[in-house]
Nanobody
């Protein structure tokens, strides 16, 4: 079974940094999986933040985080990271990671215009990120 374990959330002041981790099991990063980070703030819909292809390392970022967040993967550890810098109060949300082998199979993530929220087959639990202003 594919399992995802998200961690690294916390309370940080605006302008600060956090690094989220998504530890995966049940598949290898040699497989063509898309692994993504999402967030959901109270009263708002879940939105895609960033995703990475486990096979070619291509990445996508939502405009709201471009230049501030960096997604990366450690294939040996089967872990995907989301480095979040210059955090803003509006980044406050529960952050989730998800993975899917089919949704973006063969897709270069850098060519994505938008990241789908629906259709991901495997989700981890959320980790709370709170940015104080």
């Amino acid at each position: 079974d594919v399992q995802l374990q998200a961690s690294g959330g916390g309370l940080v002041q605006a302008g600060g940094s956090l690094r989220l981790s998504c530890a995966a099991s049940g598949f290898t990063f040699d497989d063509d999986y898309a692994i993504g980070w999402f967030r959901q703030a109270p009263g708002k819909e879940r939105e895609g933040v960033s995703c990475i292809s486990s096979s070619d390392g291509s990445t996508y970022y939502a405009d709201s985080v471009k230049g501030r967040f960096t997604i990366s993967s450690d294939n040996a550890k089967k872990t995907v990271y989301l480095q979040m810098n210059s955090l803003k109060h509006e980044d406050t949300a529960v952050y989730y990671c998800a993975a899917d082998p089919v949704l973006y199979q063969g897709v270069n993530m850098t060519h994505l215009d938008i990241m789908l929220v629906n259709g991901w087959g495997h989700w981890g639990q959320g980790t709370q990120v709170t940015v104080s202003s």
